[in-house]
């Protein structure tokens, strides 16, 4: 090994190291919320010398006094509807914790900092003084005068507004990774619920839901790249949640408010709630189905309808999208619908959405289709299974080599589609990850629009999409 590869491996394993460091700290920094959530909760129901909150506080104490092995002092940010650590979204302790993200808003705290100097008695007494009402807070001058006056130093709030800037576009990729598995996490949570009780928390999904539209507004392309992330074994919580970005991203394209895509995002989330009450293996068989397991996997539509329909809360017309999305645009699916001539808007676009993400995952019974192979049967289908309308704007939409597809260029270099540029979807960003002669090379992104007019003089196009197993590649790894 030369001084050089040498000085490389070093500098690899010092970043691995670091970002499991990193790992490390979030997970505490999660845990540490956690116990500040329930400490809290002790302070607001009994006394401070109860054994409840003894207990809670030591806890606390305990927890905080473990996360300080890795950091000197705790902070945490709130950026709109959510919490940040160290600029990173903790996506899932926002949709647990909103009710806390709602307070700390009211009482104007934009941010928390606790010290490694945190003593037992300053902490209770933080707790207390943020227990109070927003309204006696402000008649009082404020929560952070208060602090001061309580002779509170080891806790310090920001202002609220103070955290609002943009993540750095890395750091942002890496958020909406851990945003995708969070939402993931909480689809698997849902299910388990309704399995469990036939409860939904409606609440949870549509924060959710709410998370994802936020990132689909930001930055569509980014997150379009996320739905190309599957699951083998765990088909159906990906699936969920991989329709509900297209469904998203889909549904922005076209004239809908907020509060409509919200709904879309529901249904494309709970579409297939029904499968909860389907054998695992009667969905995952490879022969053909019995004419009884035929008649179950007809029937999870209207079951899954059914579920929803007895969760307060739900808008009919989510409910609507779990009943229909299997009805074709031609009304020649199931279950039967009668009196109308078509689905509904919203069932449609999470037809194309649920059926697009669906050929492009490998099953026990299939094996994936590359994203521009389903695109072709997508136009195949304009008219029979698919709004036509809903088809070109999704072609519009994901470009004829849609993010995450594995291609071949002109100049035999293989590359990952890393993001749509413009309006021309046929020159994409791309990362090329192989020379020529199929070499492992250090990946690098290429702006093939720029490159377009040079191509026959070395520049470089798409060819052909590749099959990642035929490769040996998984794109996700590069994007
Ligand atoms: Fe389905």
Not at 142 to 155: T, V
Request: charged letters at 25%; hydrophobic letters at 40%.
């Amino acid at each position: 090994m030369n001084e050089e590869t040498k000085q490389e491996e070093a500098a690899r394993k010092e970043g691995v190291l670091e970002y499991f460091h990193y790992r490390g700290s979030l997970e505490r920094a999660r845990e540490v919320l956690r116990l500040f959530q329930a400490a809290k909760k002790a302070a607001s129901i009994y006394p401070p010398h109860h054994e409840m909150c003894l207990h809670a506080f030591g806890e606390f104490m305990q927890g905080f006094h473990d996360f300080l092995a890795r950091r000197d002092s705790f902070s945490l940010q709130v950026v709109g509807d959510e919490f940040f650590f160290e600029g990173r979204l903790m996506a899932r302790e926002s949709v647990l914790y909103y009710p806390l993200i709602r307070e700390f808003q009211e009482k104007e705290v934009g941010g928390l900092n606790i010290s490694g100097g945190l003593e037992a008695q300053e902490f209770t007494d933080f707790l207390y003084l943020l227990n109070r009402s927003a309204e006696e807070l402000r008649a009082r001058g404020g929560l952070k005068r208060l602090m001061e006056a309580a002779g509170i130093a080891s806790i310090t709030i920001d202002d609220p507004g103070t955290w609002k800037e943009k993540p750095p576009e890395s750091v942002e990729r890496a958020t909406a990774r851990e945003e995708y598995y969070e939402a993931v996490n909480v689809i698997r949570e849902l299910a388990d619920q309704v399995v469990s009780d036939r409860r939904l928390s409606t609440g949870k999904a549509n924060r959710m839901v709410g998370v994802m539209l936020n990132r689909v507004g930001e930055n569509r392309s980014a997150v379009l790249g996320l739905a190309t992330i599957k699951s083998y074994d765990e088909y159906t919580s990906f699936h969920s949640v991989n329709v509900l970005i297209l469904s998203l991203a889909l549904g922005s394209m076209l004239p809908l408010d907020r509060s409509a895509l919200m709904i879309l995002g529901t249904g494309a989330l709970l579409h297939d709630l029904g499968k909860i009450t389907i054998p695992q293996g009667v969905l995952t068989k490879t022969g053909p189905l019995t004419a009884q397991e035929w008649e179950m996997m007809r029937d999870h539509p209207a079951r899954g309808a059914d579920i929803l329909l007895a969760q307060p809360g739900v808008h009919p017309l989510s409910v609507m999208v779990a009943y229909e999305h299997h009805a074709r645009y031609d009304l020649t699916g199931y279950p039967r619908i009668g009196g109308k001539k078509l689905p509904g808007l919203f069932s449609r676009i999470v037809q194309v959405c649920d059926v697009y993400d669906a050929m492009t995952t490998t099953r026990p019974y299939q094996r994936a289709r590359t994203p521009d192979q389903a695109m072709r049967v997508l136009v195949k289908e304009m008219g029979a299974t698919f709004d036509p309308l809903l088809v070109k704007v999704f072609i519009d939409m994901m470009g004829v080599y849609p993010v995450g597809t594995l291609v071949r260029l002109v100049t035999g270099e293989t590359a990952v589609v890393y993001e749509a540029v413009g309006d021309d979807a046929a020159w994409p960003r791309v990362k090329v990850i192989r020379d020529a002669a199929g070499g492992e090379i250090e990946p690098r992104i290429m702006d093939l629009a720029r490159l377009a007019e040079k191509v026959g003089e070395g520049g470089r196009a798409i060819l052909e999409s590749l099959h990642p197993e035929d490769a040996g590649i998984n794109p996700q790894d590069y994007l």
